[in-house]
């Protein structure tokens, strides 16, 4: 009896899943450093809103909006250069629609994580909500 060998195509790496694969990561660095999840690719309504890539709780109970970029090389600024004022303002927006479920706000934060060159770096605290 002849069984058909299963084909299996590998689906080409796209930059979603590599975005996705990048998320993964910086979500398992962060929470063994003691972060807690809260939300994975939080959006806002409507066209023209922001998106955040992880909303997390530090142990000290702040709201941390983490904006992950992954780049091959330090080429054309890097990763970290690729987060716009544009992207900025973005994130804070949806920073914004996001807190709005709270009564009292918590303290903030703004921190970007990076991978570049098969390294992982955390920038604490990267830009401000009035950048």
């Not at 903030?108 to 009035?130: H, I, K, Y």
Request: charged fraction near 25%.
């Amino acid at each position: 009896m002849n069984i058909p060998k299963a084909t299996t195509q590998l689906k080409p790496r796209t930059t979603k899943r590599a975005g996705d694969a990048a998320e993964a990561l910086a979500l398992q660095h962060l929470q063994r450093a003691g972060l807690l999840l809260l939300e994975r690719n939080y959006r806002t309504p409507g066209r023209g809103g922001g998106e955040i890539d992880l909303i997390m709780r530090s142990p000290d109970g702040t709201c941390v909006f983490i904006e992950v970029r992954q780049r091959k090389t330090a080429g054309h600024g890097g990763a970290a250069a690729s987060v716009s004022a544009t992207k900025r303002g973005r994130i804070v927006f949806a920073a914004r629609h996001y807190l709005m479920r709270f009564r009292e706000l918590p303290p903030c934060r703004f921190d970007v994580v990076t991978l570049e060159s098969g390294q992982l770096v955390w920038l604490q605290g990267a830009f401000d909500a009035v950048s």
